[in-house]
């Protein structure tokens, strides 16, 4: 069974720096690419961010580009978002996803295979 958990999401107030993580184990990722989506109350689930299987690709929306980072870690069923210059406007709820890598670059939802079950961020101003 495919599992991806994502961490730690939190309070912060404007400008400052969160760490999202997320491990995912269940199946073999090789060819899947992985990514983050957003989701803020009553707004659609949002493209925020995502790296290719070997890492040397990544893709940002426009709204977080410059501010966050997708990375990888050793162990490639981790991945990480760093995000810094954190705005109100980025306060949403935040799923780590995968998908095969010929979808790279989707930023529609409905394509993705796997979700984890979303960690909370919120930015006060």
């Known amino acids: 069974q495919v599992q991806l958990v994502e961490s730690g999401g939190g309070s912060v107030q404007a400008g400052g720096p969160l760490r999202l993580s997320c491990a995912a184990s269940?199946?073999?990722?090789?060819?899947?690419?992985m990514g983050w989506f957003r989701q803020a109350a009553g707004k659609e689930r949002e493209f925020v961010a995502a790296?290719?299987?070997?890492?040397?690709?990544?893709y940002y929306s426009e709204s977080v580009k410059g501010r966050f980072t997708i990375f990888r870690g050793n162990a490639k069923t981790m991945v990480y978002l760093q995000m810094n210059s954190l705005r109100p406007e980025d306060t949403a709820v935040y799923y780590c996803t995968a998908a095969p890598e010929y979808l790279m670059g989707s930023t529609t939802w409905g394509e993705y295979d796997y979700w984890g079950q979303g960690t909370q961020v919120t930015v006060s101003s």
């Open positions: 269940g199946r073999t990722f090789n060819n899947y690419f």
């Open positions: 790296i290719s299987w070997s890492g040397g690709r990544t």
